[in-house]
């Protein structure tokens, strides 16, 4: 969290936020599933300025050989930040912020794929974050899961990522940019929405107990509005096909 | 694909429930979680004879003994060739398995690397353990032609009503066609023939909802 600006005032007079939300308001969420042509399963995520990109290829056979589990699948997640999505140019390639997230949402992914179904594959998930205005990791970790659903690899749940965070001494929903710049606190929160598992929690800042309650319950009731968006995303795409099967 | 029996269609998404273990038994496609059954995958809800399955909309291949597929040779082993078949594993086809008296340690003279079969799956019991075969009628080691990938889902649809569509492909087109369960089809014939089967297949996968999709392959088949 960096030093505030002096005259910066992140949530108004009328408790309204930076860009005009309530304290319990989500950015726009938009969600189309399966974009692309080449990949097994792929979804485009427009999450308030956020664009991600994820796609999956798989199930397939492990290569090199030696590296195949022979009672599960194995999951590999890749976060990337295009060298463009940020304001300063980013070097492009993985580095530890984005090491980090792969592993964490690559893992939260992992908890919800039936990978003992599927022994000695591979299941490869590409994030690619081509615009970053904060909650990328909660956007391309709910974008991944789309992106999941679409391939047809075996789940039990769908799941879904958001963030609360702590801004001007009030607990908030989904922060963007500056809020994330300038707020005293930033958590990330994925759920799998079926029974309230929490598979990834990560905060950065400060947060008393009470507050850390409120904002976990905040982020919970952000995840099962996007959770809605993520469903509705798939059946807009598959809806057709079950028009053919009445035929 | 079930096409028989009055079953009801709907499409569910993972994690959806799809009923009690008490009334149901859960079937491919599902999973049970305290007593309740859950969709696993994409698809389409079937259920028939209290037994709920689900029938993906997407993914790989899925190996089914009696299966008919093009596969293509990418591994040669002393005494089994390793054959894609679009499926998650590579199949294998054993010395034993083709028509022709192998030695062991003399499998490339007779399938090599990138060679195409028409082998039908012997068993699929366990996923990564699949067997095919070629020692049955009209199987064989296919020689020259154009190989077309599709979608698995879609070959149900490709072959058509009681083989409707696949027929009015080879009269029009005067070409020989083979379509592999696994979604790859093989096609040979005039260049001009090849052509049309393949801009008529991709209408099929892109239009393979609606309605009339017949009458516009043929037209498309006449028309030129």
Redesign the interface.
């Known amino acids: 969290m960096s030093k505030k600006p002096e005259d910066l005032k992140l949530i108004d007079e009328n408790g309204r936020r930076i860009d005009g939300r309530k304290p319990d308001e989500l950015r726009p969420v938009k969600i189309k599933a399966g974009p692309l042509y080449r990949a097994d399963g792929s979804c485009y995520i427009e999450w308030g300025n956020n664009k991600i990109l994820a796609a999956v290829y798989g199930p397939k056979e492990t290569l090199p050989r030696h590296e195949q589990h022979p009672l599960k699948a194995i999951v590999n997640a890749r976060y990337n930040m295009a060298s463009f999505s940020v304001e300063e140019r980013k070097r492009p390639g993985p580095d530890r912020r984005s090491i980090e997230i792969s592993k964490v949402v690559g893992e939260a992914l992992e908890h919800i794929i039936l990978v003992e179904k599927l022994p000695r594959a591979t299941i490869d998930i590409n994030i690619e974050v081509l615009d970053a205005d904060a909650g990328t990791r909660c956007a391309g970790l709910t974008a991944a899961a789309v992106a999941l659903a679409d391939a047809g690899i075996p789940m039990r749940d769908i799941p879904v990522a958001c963030s609360a965070g702590k801004v001007d001494g009030q607990v908030v929903l989904d922060l963007c940019k500056e809020e994330d710049n300038y707020g005293e606190a930033d958590m990330p929160v994925a759920i799998a929405p079926r029974k309230k598992e929490i598979l990834l929690l990560q905060m950065d800042g400060h947060l008393t107990p009470q507050e850390f309650d409120e904002a976990l319950e905040l982020a919970i009731k952000g995840c099962e509005i996007v959770s809605k968006l993520q469903k509705e995303a798939l059946l807009e795409k598959y809806i057709k096909e079950v028009g053919r099967e009445n035929e | 694909m079930q096409r028989k029996g009055k079953v009801t ?3 569910v ?3 959806q429930l799809l009923g009690d273990t008490k009334k149901y038994k859960a079937g491919v ?1 599902t ?1 049970v ?1 305290d007593g309740k059954i ?1 969709a ?5 809800l079937n259920i028939k004879d209290n037994v709920i399955t689900v029938t ?5 291949y899925e190996p089914k003994a009696g299966d008919v597929v093009v596969g293509i040779v990418i591994e040669v082993g002393a005494a089994v060739w390793m054959v894609d078949i679009n499926a ?3 199949a294998f086809l054993h010395i034993n398995e083709v028509p022709w008296f192998v030695e062991v340690g003399n499998t490339s003279k007779f399938l090599n690397y990138g060679d195409v079969i028409l082998a039908k799956v012997k068993s699929a019991g366990e ?2 353990k699949v067997q095919i075969t070629l020692k049955d009628r009209g199987l064989h080691k296919i020689n020259g032609g154009t190989l077309i990938e599709t979608e698995p889902t879609k070959v149900p ?1 490709i072959i058509g009503k009681n083989a409707s569509m696949i027929t009015a492909l080879k009269r029009y087109t005067n070409c020989r066609i083979f379509v592999g369960r696994n979604g790859r089809i093989w096609a040979d014939g005039t260049p001009e023939g090849i052509q049309k089967i393949e801009r008529a297949i991709r209408l099929i996968e892109r239009e ?4 009339g999709l017949t009458e516009r392959v043929l037209a498309l088949l006449k028309g030129e």
């Open positions: 269609r709907e499409l998404l993972p994690s496609g999973f979680e859950y696993e995958r994409l698809g389409i993906p909309l997407r993914g790989k998650i594993y590579p996923p990564d649809r393979a909802h609606t309605y």
